[in-house]
């Protein structure tokens, strides 16, 4: 059950004619013409209509179009089925509508928000998506409740970012807003902002990254570490701590003089191929 579930759900349910059920027979005696009752999803009377004996009920004849609602923007109600479909009635009898209810919710946003380059596309790991069915069943409880059953599944592989490339996310800015979207609907799920942070590793500012600005860490780092200088500001210090962890200290140095070393030798490297955890 993937999204197309929730997109033949929303959008492919069938319009029914209008309802047209046989005039009363005016020779049929009065005590032997029963009334059939509709009730919607909230037990209001949609419609009455009069049913002599041993006449054949069809339901595909009931218009139940108008029990098709948007709740919000992300959950969707139409009919499902009546709770009971007699083929003919001997007694007053009342049939209750029965719902599929559909709702799509964000429970978690990618976890990466900083980038360090432009080129690639947006990684959505971290999304989670999911997509609920409530299907009210005629079967009731002591209280006479329907019961319904919950079918949810995570359907966060079926989602995209409306614009993927970073290129184009970046082209006005150090930071973007990112739209997620479900495959098969144009409606926007979830949005969150992103930023680019090109100069990570670039001590000195002098747009490379060698083995001067490693150099300048580990002397930064031998200062902080014996409180010998507090000028280092926090936007250096996010400059040097390359590795994101918290702390200035060697392990950026090295990782800076690694990435200098890969890239010195012609190899195209970036910081999340260097890094894991940046990815």
């Not at 709702?103 to 928000?113: C, D, G, Q, Y």
């Not at 970073?166 to 902002?193: H, Q």
Request: proline share 4%; glycine share 4%; charged share 25%.
């Amino acid at each position: 059950m993937k999204i197309k579930i929730l997109s033949a759900f929303l959008t492919a349910l069938c319009l029914l004619p209008s309802m047209a059920f046989a005039e009363e027979n005016k020779d049929e005696p009065a005590e032997n013409i029963h009334t059939l009752t509709f009730r919607d999803f909230d037990g209001n009377v949609m419609q009455e209509i009069k049913v002599s004996p041993d006449e054949k009920i069809d339901y595909s004849l009931v218009d139940t179009s108008p029990l098709h609602t948007h709740l919000d923007i992300y959950t969707e109600r139409d009919f499902y089925m009546w709770s009971v479909t007699p083929e003919t009635i001997d007694t007053d009898t009342e049939v209750q509508a029965l719902y599929k209810k559909a709702t799509l919710a964000v429970e978690s946003l990618p976890t990466k928000t900083e980038y360090y380059s432009s080129d690639g596309s947006v990684n959505l790991d971290g999304l989670s998506v999911t997509i609920t069915l409530e299907t009210q069943t005629p079967i009731t409880d002591e209280n006479g409740d329907f019961y319904i059953d919950i079918q949810t599944e995570d359907i966060a592989e079926n989602c995209y970012a409306e614009i993927p490339e970073l290129e184009k996310l970046f082209a006005d800015g150090k930071t973007a807003t990112v739209n997620i979207i479900p495959t098969g609907d144009t409606k926007t799920l979830a949005t969150y902002s992103i930023s680019l942070f090109e100069n990570l590793g670039d001590v000195n500012g002098d747009g490379h990254i060698d083995s001067v600005d490693a150099s300048v860490v580990l002397q930064m780092y031998a200062e902080l570490s014996t409180d010998r200088n507090d000028s280092v500001n926090d936007e250096t210090k996010k400059i040097i701590d390359v590795n994101r962890d918290g702390f200035v200290d060697s392990v950026d140095s090295s990782l800076i003089l690694n990435y200098y070393s890969l890239a010195s030798r012609g190899n195209t490297t970036s910081w999340e191929d260097l890094i894991p955890s940046l990815r």
